[in-house]
C-alpha cells in the first residue's frame, strides 16, 4: 500500500508495478491529479497548459495493475498493520509506504495563515492569478508585491512574478538569511542575484517578518524594525510534513520521521518512509538528502526495488543520493543550470531545463507527448 501519490509515492507505484509477480497495489492519493510541482511556476505564467504539468492519476496509472483509491489517510495504526481514511474505510497492508509530503510552516508567526497567500500546488495557483489580473488593472507604480523567503521557490517565483507584472508592481524579497538561495551551487545564486537585479526585485536580507495583516507586513532588519504596505504577500519561507496520526506515535527527528539508511520507519521495518517527510537521523549535512523532487523520484525507485528485496527475502541495501544537478527557473523564457555536466544559463538553459523535466514526468508516454507539444508549439 502506498499513501500520497506526489513524487516519491508515485515513483514506488509505477516502478514496482513493473515487476511481475507481485502483490496488488493499491494507492491512496486525495487529489485527481498528480502536480509536477517544479513547472508551476510556468503553468501559472500559461508557458505549459494544465494537462503538461499536472496529469491525471487515472491516465498515469490506466494498465499498469495500480487501484488508485481517491481518499486521504486520517490514521496508521502501526501495531494493527492498518490504516482508517477520512471517509471512514479500514485497510490492512503487509507492505506500507508513507509519502505524504510537505505542506506551507507559517511558525506561528501572526498574520501569515489568514493573510498571505501559499505558491506550493495547483489550488494555489488561481488566488495569485487572480491578485496578479487586480494588480494590472491598478495604475502602475502604486502597488506592492512582497514574497517571504528568498529558497529557490521565492527567487523563482519573484523573477516569474515581475516578468507577468510588467511595471504594475514594485517586488520585494524578503529573507532571514544572509544570502538569497543558501542551498544553491554558487553559479546558480549568482545567476539568480542577476536576474533579481534586471528586474527591480527589492531584495532585505537579515530580515524577518514578524507579523503580516491584510495590507502590510511588519519587519525588522540590520536597521531595526520597519512596516512595509502590501498589495498582496506570498509566503515561500519554509514547509514541515503532512503526516497522518501514527499509533503508536513516532519521536520525530527535527520534524521528521527518522529513518534507517534502507529508508524503513526506525522501529518499524514494515513501513518505507519516503520524501519530504523523511529524514537520516544519522546523517550529516553532507551525506544527507535534500528534501527535493529529485530526491523523492529516487526514493520511491530505491523503495521498489527493497520491497522487491522483501519479497525475495533478500538483504537490504542502503539508499544512496546522486546529485543530478540544480536547474533554477529566472523569469520568462530564462533559467540556470549547474549539473548535467553543465553550467549554462539564458534562454537555451530554460528550454532545456523544461524539456528535462518534461521527460521526466512519471509515465514516459505522457512525458514525451508533453515534450512533443513543447518542440512543435511556436
Ligand atoms: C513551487 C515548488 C517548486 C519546486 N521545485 C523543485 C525543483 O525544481 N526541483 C526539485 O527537486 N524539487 C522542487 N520542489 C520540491 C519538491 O516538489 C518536493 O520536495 C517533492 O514534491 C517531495 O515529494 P514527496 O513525494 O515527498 O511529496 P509530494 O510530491 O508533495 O506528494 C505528497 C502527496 O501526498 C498526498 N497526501 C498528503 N497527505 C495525504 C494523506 N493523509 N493521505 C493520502 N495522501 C496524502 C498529497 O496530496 C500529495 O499528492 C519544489 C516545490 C515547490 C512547492
Known amino acids: 500500500m502506498v499513501i500520497g501519490g506526489g513524487f516519491a509515492g508515485l515513483s514506488t507505484a509505477l516502478a514496482f508495478g513493473r515487476l511481475h509477480p507481485r502483490p496488488p497495489i493499491v494507492l491512496i492519493e486525495p487529489r485527481e491529479r498528480f502536480v509536477f510541482v517544479p513547472l508551476l511556476y510556468e503553468l501559472m505564467s500559461g508557458e505549459l497548459k494544465g494537462w503538461e504539468v499536472a496529469p491525471d492519476y487515472a491516465s498515469l496509472l490506466q494498465g499498469r495493475g495500480i487501484s488508485h483509491l481517491q481518499d486521504s489517510v486520517s490514521s496508521i495504526d502501526l501495531n494493527a498493520r492498518s490504516v482508517t481514511t477520512s471517509s471512514g474505510q479500514a485497510l490492512r ?9 510537505a505542506q506551507p510552516e507559517d511558525f506561528g508567526i501572526p498574520g501569515v495563515r489568514e493573510n498571505a497567500l501559499n505558491f506550493h500546488t495547483l489550488s494555489d495557483l488561481q488566488p495569485l492569478q487572480e491578485r496578479l489580473q487586480e494588480l494590472r488593472r491598478r495604475p502602475s507604480g502604486t502597488s506592492s508585491l512582497v514574497i517571504a523567503g528568498a529558497g529557490a521557490t521565492g527567487v523563482e517565483l519573484a523573477c516569474k512574478l515581475v516578468d507577468l507584472l510588467n511595471g504594475a508592481a514594485a517586488v520585494h524579497l524578503v529573507e532571514l538569511g544572509d544570502q538569497i538561495l543558501p542551498r544553491s551551487r554558487a553559479f546558480n545564486r549568482e545567476q539568480a542575484e542577476k536576474a533579481l537585479h534586471k528586474r527591480g526585485v527589492s531584495v532585505h536580507l537579515k530580515t524577518k517578518v514578524e507579523s503580516v495583516s491584510s495590507t502590510s507586513v511588519q519587519l525588522s532588519g540590520p536597521q531595526g524594525p520597519w512596516e512595509q504596505k502590501h498589495d498582496g504577500l506570498v509566503w515561500t519561507a519554509g514547509s514541515r510534513p503532512t503526516l497522518p496520526d501514527i499509533l503508536p506515535s513516532v519521536e520525530l527527528h527535527k520534524g521528521r520521521l527518522p529513518v534507517t539508511e534502507a529508508l524503513r520507519l526506525q522501529g518499524h521495518p514494515d513501513v518505507l518512509a519516503l520524501g519530504d517527510i523523511a529524514v537520516n537521523p544519522d546523517g550529516d549535512e553532507l551525506s544527507s538528502w535534500p528534501h527535493s523532487a529529485q530526491a523523492a523520484i529516487q526514493q520511491g525507485q530505491f523503495a521498489a526495488k527493497e520491497l522487491q528485496a522483501k519479497l525475495r527475502q ?7 543520493f546522486k546529485d543530478l544537478g540544480e536547474m533554477l527557473s529566472l523569469g520568462i523564457g530564462d533559467a540556470s543550470i549547474t549539473g548535467l555536466g553543465l553550467t549554462l544559463a539564458g534562454p537555451l538553459a530554460f528550454k532545456l531545463r523544461r524539456l528535462t523535466y ?10 514525451l507527448r508533453a515534450a512533443g507539444a513543447w518542440l512543435v508549439s511556436p
Open 93 to 101: 497492508y503487509s507492505q506500507l509506504v508513507l509519502a505524504t509530503g
Open 314 to 320: 533478500s538483504d537490504s541495501s542502503p539508499f544512496v
Open 358 to 367: 518534461l521527460t521526466r514526468l512519471p509515465g514516459l508516454s505522457l512525458g
